[in-house]
């Protein structure tokens, strides 16, 4: 009984300490964007990317300035499976980062970045903004300024219908 309550609170305080990174395939992220009933903000990042980690804080605080609008900040790693999970989830919670974690399981850049965007060819940092009740979508494939990002979110949030880029 003494080891499995170890155990148990082993599990626990490991899940505590560490952010959950999910591992997704492509398909399962473009279902989820697909299906999204909220405004996402989707930034393809990893570890070892300097600008890419530098504007995750700035993501951050534009998505708590717009929390009653439910804008959904998702970070996607596309570190090398040797880091997931551990030294990612390492790294997330060193950072205190708040957001939606996936690790994207895929090696093949032809296949997967043409389906986040047709010209995307695979350089991060790369960031998706999807309004899907308003028809918004919009792909930047450069690293996005903090001047940059709460009025690109504001325009995700407009009501008026946009043709995504």
């Not at 939606?100 to 997967?112: I, K, P």
């Amino acid at each position: 009984m003494k080891r499995i309550l170890l155990t148990l609170s082993f599990v626990l305080l490991t899940s505590l300490l560490f952010a959950q990174v999910k591992k997704v395939k492509i398909t399962d992220l473009e279902t989820y964007i697909q299906k999204s009933d909220h405004p996402l903000m989707i930034s393809f990042w990893a570890t070892w990317c300097v600008p890419c980690v530098e504007e995750i804080p700035w993501f951050q605080e534009g998505v708590a300035k717009f929390a009653d609008q439910k804008v959904e900040l998702i970070l996607v790693s596309l570190d090398f499976a040797r880091d997931y999970p551990y030294k990612l989830e390492t790294f997330i919670k060193k950072k205190n980062w708040q957001a939606s974690f996936y690790w994207l399981d895929e090696t093949n850049a032809d296949y997967f970045c043409p389906r986040i965007h047709p010209k995307w060819e695979g350089g991060i940092p790369a960031t998706l903004f999807v309004n899907n009740k308003t028809g918004y979508r919009r792909f930047f494939d450069r690293a996005l300024t903090d001047r940059q990002v709460e009025p690109e979110i504001k325009t995700m949030l407009k009501e008026v219908k946009v043709n995504g880029r």
